[in-house]
């Protein structure tokens, strides 16, 4: 020992002083600070998501309508890309050096170590080529995914189109979906999204620093199972679906039929069309834009969304209404001389001179003069001022799913127009008016809007005596066949099932006996057919052809309502549609000849065509109104109405 | 007679046993830093863990052969080992092989010899046995020329490697000069100018000086009574001026630049964690992420799938912050700590001045490396490239340690006789 012994207290004290700011920073960043917790996990961890496959869609006999096709997305990791021939890389994936060099520095601006996509969906043809040479390209690999496939491109409306989510998706959805994703846009794939998009799965990979894998972290306890979208069993009949949209090429209108005992939508036509494939795939975009720029708007939904006056097709609401409110019976006869003379001038020409029609009879020869009466019953003769008989009328026709939303299970549909008894105080600026300032409501006319869905709804339940159930386009989801309850619920139309009767029994003469409007041109061989023609004033062109009917007239299994814009009188080219589309439904064939069916196929409405084909001779004409006042509100087609697209 | 006694007699059981747990720790951290498990495997010798097993077998053969040998073997003998580390830091420069731009090995076989780290234990051997033989007192220049001569030597030798890290663990052996009468002044004048360097390096250098100037004005108001403390002031004053000024050259001229880089590192100056701060911001990750417990054994995610670099040799302490967590760090840091204040405890406790200075030696250097590579996982002090002490992986290392640690032993089972 020496004298210096003290300083081993010093030196001691260093040592712990040392040590306890060592400790003290360890405490820091191990306990009190988490961010490196964090960072560690984002070190090691990547979420690899797996996309489930979206649920297919079948047609109501299982046959596939809707199904997934693989496609390949090229990734690349920047960083461990190396030195290779770009010249036959750019071959392979079609592209050019120009391209591939965006795509290169946008991918190492969002990480050299991660991955991201490089190129995307891959068709297989060129998977196939590239994945042969893939080893040659260090970095770069090729993810599977799935896209629609639509095996017999049809029903394109009917199931809408997906595309990448937008920011306000996101946001929308709370953050559940992720950029990348797919959303059904519009159609079924849009209502159904919920049930068709699946659960994605998420595995909790664990990377080195060379970001090779090295398993799953937790042995995957973490890690969830993608499941696939839901399959949907929808209400289409393929074979009448092809069958409408064969017949309504180069047409524009909609066909949509019926099941009247379940309210499931057999066909749903919506023309012009495009092919559904043509939403898929790196083409998309393009192709997506040319459907928005063509003038005739392929992708408007016109079943549901266009509003058309029904025309004669109305007369049918009308004697149901006005018997249900007592004003006329089935024996209810009124005297045609030709026309429907009202007010002082008031004149409302008919087709001919009908002379004295009973009820049935004036559905069968679509008398416009007895309508002119019915409503005059209806709204001047009830025992209360016309206002508050317009009110009852109108809550009657309302019942019959008018000028409201059915609620099928699909976006963007519309309610069309039921105009109220205030719409028309406020229009003549007085509520003392009177059926002669709207008689043309008497037979469909005016201002009215009605949905194709919604004339087919009306004859669903006329063909059910009643009572129509919301018209929807799945029956069955996944394995279950659960059919939503709305779905299953009767709505009555508040006419008693009597009064159906002689209605039934004036559409079965207009298509079966000789000087119904649809005779012989509808009729079909051993199917008893009802049905009612309707022409459609147009002031813009030539009259909207409407026919809606139904089939058999015991137990009907199809009900049915095909418009045709610019095409003339409903019994020249709605008419025939239809019945063929019923005879294929419940003969699974058609038997007509080939004159026949040929002049359908081939027959080009569209407007500005001007080699349009002139009808066949025809033994009856329909009823052209001459309405002499003018419609109040041009309420004609609103068809070309821009659509909503949301992307 | 006392040839006959047991080599462990009069051993010092507590550092053994400190050691002996130090070097487990190691070996289970090592095991956990290479372990890959998609091939868990078995213990095979190739790999670092089984290396490390025969590292630290032979380590153990080693201590008991110094515990079987003289101890009077080792002051008689101190200048030939000095000699033997120079002579071969001498060598190594001509024939030694470069790994990652040291040359610092130089193979034998399939054996690599580091001399730098057996210059550790000679330079501490040869300067007990000057200081014990000399009659000269610290305080006197001829003495501390003389120690620094041959601190300086073994010093520039490594630094011609280039091997910073080895190098600078020379330094620590200012706490044995301190113990055995060196002015205290030397250390509070080490701490000031450190502290300087590193205030030139964040602050700008002409504010510097002026709060200096400005705190001297003060001081020399407040005490304006006593003139006798006014020279002295205004030179210390003006060489600190100097040493600012020459802080910037230095800086940007003899360091080299990731010497700079690290530097810049720490002090906040560099944000660049893919880059130049690379390994410190994933060895802060590694260890942070440990929280208070611990992930456990072989689930440490940073340091099993190579996030840190290094990980078993220098950055081997990530692993412990990793997979052991707070308490973990705790426990090691409290073994270095147990370790250090029983060496000094122990050397004073010695009889023969040059048992005691040697003792010092060892608890400077041992500190030094202690302090360091901690320091530098966690981001106190800039990345330097220096072991840790029995956890590091890595044979002469740890028998460079192991040698270091039981001359101490073998001297204090001696404690009793005259060297």
């Known amino acids: 020992m020496n004298s210096f012994f003290q300083r081993k207290y010093i030196v001691q004290g260093i ?55 693989p496609v390949y997305d090229l990734m690349v990791i920047p960083r461990e890309v190396v030195q290779f021939d770009t010249l036959e890389f750019l071959r392979l994936v079609k592209l050019d050096k120009k391209g591939f060099d965006k795509r290169l520095t946008k991918a190492r601006n969002f990480s050299p170590y991660r991955a991201s996509i490089f190129e995307k969906q891959l068709s297989a043809q060129t998977f196939a080529a590239f994945q042969e040479k893939l080893t040659q390209f260090q970095g770069f690999y090729v993810q599977k995914r799935s896209v629609r496939r639509y095996p017999d491109s049809i029903a394109s409306q009917f199931f809408g189109y997906i595309n990448e989510v937008v920011p306000s998706d996101i946001i929308k959805s709370k953050g559940y979906y992720k950029p990348g994703d797919y959303i059904g846009r519009t159609g079924v794939e849009k ?100 459907l928005l720029r063509n003038p005739s708007n392929p992708l408007f939904i016109r079943p549901i969304m266009a509003e058309y006056p029904p025309g004669s097709i109305f007369k049918v609401i009308n004697a149901l209404v006005a018997q249900q409110m007592g004003r006329i019976n089935a024996e209810t006869r009124f005297f045609c001389p030709g026309a429907y003379y009202y007010g002082r001038r008031g004149k409302m020409g008919c087709t001919h001179a009908h002379g004295s029609l009973t009820l049935a009879q004036s559905i069968q020869f679509s008398c ?120 299953t619920k009767k709505n009555y139309s508040g006419v008693d099932a009597r009064y159906y009767g002689p209605v039934i029994e004036g559409m079965f003469g207009a298509v079966n006996k000789p000087g119904g409007t649809a005779y012989p041109i509808a009729q079909i061989q051993g199917i008893e057919v009802c049905g009612k023609t309707g022409t459609v004033q147009n002031p813009h062109g030539e009259n909207h052809s409407v ?28 008419a025939p549609i239809a019945s063929l589309m019923i005879e294929q439904y419940l003969r699974g064939k058609i038997t007509r000849p080939k004159y026949y069916t040929d002049r359908l196929y081939n027959a080009n409405l569209l407007p500005g065509h001007k080699a349009k084909q002139k009808a066949a001779p025809r033994k009856q004409t329909d009823s052209i109104p001459k309405i002499e006042i003018k419609p109040i509100v041009p309420v004609t087609t609103k068809s070309i109405a821009p659509h909503d697209q949301s992307t | 007679m006392i040839n006959q006694r047991s080599p462990f007699f009069n051993v010092d059981w507590i550092l053994i046993l400190i050691y002996l747990s130090l070097c487990t720790i190691g070996w289970f951290n090592i095991h956990a830093a290479v372990y890959d498990p998609l091939f868990p495997g078995i213990m095979d010798m190739n790999t670092n863990y089984g290396k490390q097993f025969m590292f630290i077998i032979s380590a153990i053969i080693l201590g008991v052969v110094i515990l079987l040998l ?89 630094m011609l490697q280039p091997d910073t890290g080895s190098a600078l663990t020379f330094t620590s052996l200012v706490f044995a000069l301190y113990r055995e009468g060196l002015s205290g002044y030397i250390l509070v004048i080490g701490a000031i100018l450190i502290t300087l360097f590193v205030l030139t390096l964040v602050i700008n250098k002409f504010l510097l000086v002026g709060i200096i100037i400005g705190l001297t004005l003060l001081v020399l108001f407040v005490f304006r009574e006593s003139r006798r403390h006014v020279q002295p002031i205004l030179v210390s004053i003006a060489v600190g001026i100097a040493f600012i000024f020459c802080v910037n050259f230095a800086y940007q001229n003899i360091l080299q630049t990731h010497q700079r880089n690290r530097i810049d590192v720490i002090l906040g100056k560099l944000d660049d964690p893919r880059g130049q701060g690379y390994n410190l911001n994933q060895s802060k990750i590694a260890i942070g992420s440990g929280g208070l417990w611990g992930k456990g054994y072989l689930q440490g995610t940073q340091t099993k799938y190579d996030f840190v670099p290094e990980q078993s040799t220098d950055f081997i302490f990530c692993t412990v912050g990793e997979e052991w967590g707070f308490v973990g760090s705790l426990v090691v840091v409290s073994l270095y700590l147990i370790m250090l204040l029983r060496i000094v405890n122990i050397a004073e406790r010695q009889r023969a001045s040059f048992s005691r200075i040697y003792g010092y030696g060892v608890a ?51 404690r009793m006789g005259v060297i």
């Not at chain 1, 996309?51 to 809707?66: F, H, S, T």
């Not at chain 1, 201002?447 to 063909?463: H, K, S, Y």
């Not at chain 1, 045709?564 to 019994?571: D, M, T």
């Not at chain 2, 590091?392 to 001297?411: C, P």
């Open chain 1, 15 to 69: 040592f712990i002083a040392v040590a306890l700011v060592l400790l003290a920073r360890l405490f820091y960043i191990q306990v009190i600070d988490k961010s490196y917790f964090l960072s560690a996990n984002n070190n090691v961890l990547r979420k690899v998501v797996i996309y489930p496959a979206r649920g297919i869609i079948l047609d109501r006999k299982g046959r596939i309508l809707v199904q997934n096709e």
């Open chain 1, 191 to 290: 209502s159904y999204e919920d049930l068709l998009r699946g659960q994605r799965g998420v595995e909790n990979q664990m990377v080195d620093a060379f970001n090779r894998p090295k398993g799953h972290f937790a042995e995957g306890a973490y890690d969830t199972l993608s499941v696939t979208g839901k399959k949907l069993i929808s209400s289409l009949d393929r074979d009448i679906q092809i069958l409408g949209e064969k017949l309504m090429v180069n047409k524009i209108g909609s066909i949509v039929a019926i099941e009247p005992s379940t309210g499931e939508i057999l066909a749903f036509v919506s023309s012009p069309s495009y092919d559904p494939n043509l939403m898929v795939g790196r083409e998309k975009g393009n192709n997506y834009m040319k």
């Open chain 1, 368 to 487: 416009n003069t007895y309508y002119g009466n019915v409503y005059k019953q209806m709204i001047d003769r009830s025992g209360m001022r016309s206002v508050n008989a317009y009110r009852k009328w109108y809550d009657a026709v309302n019942h019959f799913g008018i000028g409201s939303k059915l609620g099928v299970d699909m976006p963007n549909e519309k309610k069309g127009l039921l105009p109220t008894a205030e719409f028309y105080t406020r229009h003549f600026k007085s509520d003392r008016w009177t059926s002669t300032y709207n008689i043309s409501l008497s037979i469909g006319q005016g201002e009215l809007g009605i949905t194709p869905l919604q004339m087919a709804n009306v004859v669903a339940t006329v063909a059910n005596r009643g009572y129509y159930y919301t018209p929807h386009l799945i029956r069955g989801i996944g394995e279950d066949h659960i059919v939503k309850a709305a779905y």
């Open chain 1, 547 to 574: 026919f809606f009917a139904f089939a058999p007239r015991i137990n009907p299994k199809i009900a049915i309502a095909v418009v045709v814009e610019n095409a003339g009188y409903g019994a020249v080219w709605s």
């Open chain 2, 70 to 158: 003289d101890s009077k073997f080792f002051s008689t003998f101190s200048p030939v080992f000095y000699g033997i580390t120079l002579l071969l830091l001498v060598l190594v420069l001509i024939v030694g092989r470069n790994v990652g731009g040291n040359q610092a090995w130089i193979p034998i076989g399939s054996f690599r010899l580091q001399p730098s780290e057996f210059a550790k234990f000679s330079t501490c051997l040869i300067l007990a046995h000057y200081i014990s033989s000399t009659t000269l007192k610290m305080n006197e220049f001829k003495m501390i020329g003389i120690c620094v001569i041959l601190l300086l030597i073994p010093t520039s030798l490594i």
């Open chain 2, 364 to 414: 400077s250097i041992l500190f030094f490396h202690f302090f360091i590579n901690i320091g530098m996982t966690i981001g106190l002090v800039p990345v330097i490239g220096i072991p840790l002490p029995f956890l590091s992986y890595g044979g002469s290392s740890l028998w460079s340690f192991t040698i270091l640690l039981f001359i101490l032993l073998k001297l204090d089972s001696n």
